[in-house]
Every structure is written in C-alpha cells, then in structure tokens.
C-alpha cells in the first residue's frame, strides 16, 4: 500500500459556485504527491506491460493538455475543456484522467487503486482497465470486478467557466473520504 499522507484542505477556497465547495474546505483531502511520483513509475512501467484480458484494439488513449497551469492560493490546479461527450482523456504528465459519464465529469487519478499501475480506458466497453490485476472501473471509476478494493480515486474539480479545474494534489478516496468523493464532479 503507498503511503500516504494527509492534509488539511485550505479553508474559504472560492469555488464560484462548484458542487465542491463544502469538500473543498472539508479536512481529510489526501496528500497526492506520492500518488504522482508511483503514477510515473507506473507509466515508466508500461511498455513492459500487456494489454488487458479485453480486447486490446478497443483500447483507446486520447490524450489531453491542460489549457494553462494555474496556480491559486498554493494549490496546483490544472484546467481542461469541459467534455463535451461522453468518454475519457488522459494528461499523462500529470497523471490525470478526465472523463464524462451521464453528463457528469469527473478527474481521476491515473493510478490504479490497487498498487498504482496506470490505468486504461477500453472506449468501445465504456470500462477502465488495470493490465496489472485485471480491474474493471465504470466510467464513473466506480469499482466493478478484480483485485482492487475500492473505487478509483477521484480529484477535487470545480467549474469556472466552460473550463474544469482539478486541484491534482487533492485526491479523494472513496472509502476514506466516502462523501467527498461521491461529490467530486462538475455538470457538463
Ligand atoms: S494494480 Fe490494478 S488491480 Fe492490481
């Protein structure tokens, strides 16, 4: 299990009308640095990796830029077109998935739950896949089947404008931060 730590998020954080506000300024975000230095171990790993069991021609990588790093009150927060679809984008250099489930859009953590390998998006089964372990996620990163024990981490998002902003050193567990994570989203 990584080690994680935990910090408390900044109090009075100006969300301008985000689903987040109260989770934003919630304790119990976690730390997401370690996440991010395992997630570039994961990647690295990738090449020695197989495709899942599913079919691998129905994987599809598309990738995703931050429009511009920002940077509020200390936070690193990296901002991305809204979706406009459903589907899921993935920032490689920082390890951020973006998707659109049911006109809801969420920033995942790219690590698997489980032990961090990164994971992939099987855009014709709608499902994300670990080649690790064999876990399946919903597009919502719920968990459906494999090794994992719990859903995908999610990042806190707010809205501004037609844009999303993820606050990637704020991570949410889903069985440790269970109603920060069920409130980590933004309407498309
Ligand atoms: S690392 Fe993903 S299921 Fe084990």
């Given at each position: 299990?990584?080690?994680?730590?935990?910090?408390?998020?900044?109090?009075?954080?100006?969300?301008?009308?985000?689903?987040?506000?109260?989770?934003?300024?919630?304790?119990?975000?976690?730390?997401?640095?370690?996440?991010?230095?395992?997630?570039?171990?994961?990647?690295?790993?990738?090449?020695?990796?197989?495709?899942?069991?599913?079919?691998?021609?129905?994987?599809?990588?598309?990738?995703?830029?931050?429009?511009?790093?920002?940077?509020?009150?200390?936070?690193?927060?990296?901002?991305?077109?809204?979706?406009?679809?459903?589907?899921?984008?993935?920032?490689?250099?920082?390890?951020?998935?973006?998707?659109?489930?049911?006109?809801?859009?969420?920033?995942?953590?790219?690590?698997?739950?489980?032990?961090?390998?990164?994971?992939?998006?099987?855009?014709?089964?709608?499902?994300?896949?670990?080649?690790?372990h064999k876990s399946h996620y919903r597009a919502?990163?719920?968990?459906?089947?494999?090794?994992?024990?719990?859903?995908?981490?999610?990042?806190?998002?707010?809205?501004?404008?037609?844009?999303?902003?993820?606050?990637?050193?704020?991570?949410?567990?889903?069985?440790?931060?269970?109603?920060?994570?069920?409130?980590?989203?933004?309407?498309?």
């Amino acid at each position: 299990m990584t080690d994680i730590s935990r910090k408390e998020t900044t109090a009075g954080v100006d969300c301008g009308g985000c689903s987040l506000h109260d989770a934003l300024n919630a304790p119990a975000a976690i730390e997401r640095r370690e996440f991010l230095r395992a997630g570039a171990l994961a990647l690295a790993s990738l090449g020695l990796l197989g495709l899942g069991a599913r079919s691998a021609d129905a994987m599809e990588v598309r990738e995703v830029s931050p429009l511009s790093p920002t940077h509020t009150d200390g936070r690193a927060e990296k901002r991305y077109p809204i979706p406009a679809v459903d589907g899921a984008s993935i920032d490689k250099d920082n390890d951020v998935i973006v998707a659109r489930a049911a006109g809801k859009v969420y920033a995942f953590a790219l690590s698997c739950p489980h032990q961090n390998t990164a994971l992939r998006w099987n855009a014709d089964e709608k499902l994300f896949t670990c080649p690790k372990h064999k876990s399946h996620y919903r597009a919502d990163g719920s968990f459906i089947d494999g090794r994992s024990t719990r859903d995908m981490d999610r990042l806190a998002v707010r809205k501004d404008g037609q844009t999303l902003v993820v606050d990637v050193d704020t991570l949410y567990q889903q069985d440790l931060n269970a109603a920060q994570w069920a409130a980590a989203f933004i309407t498309g």
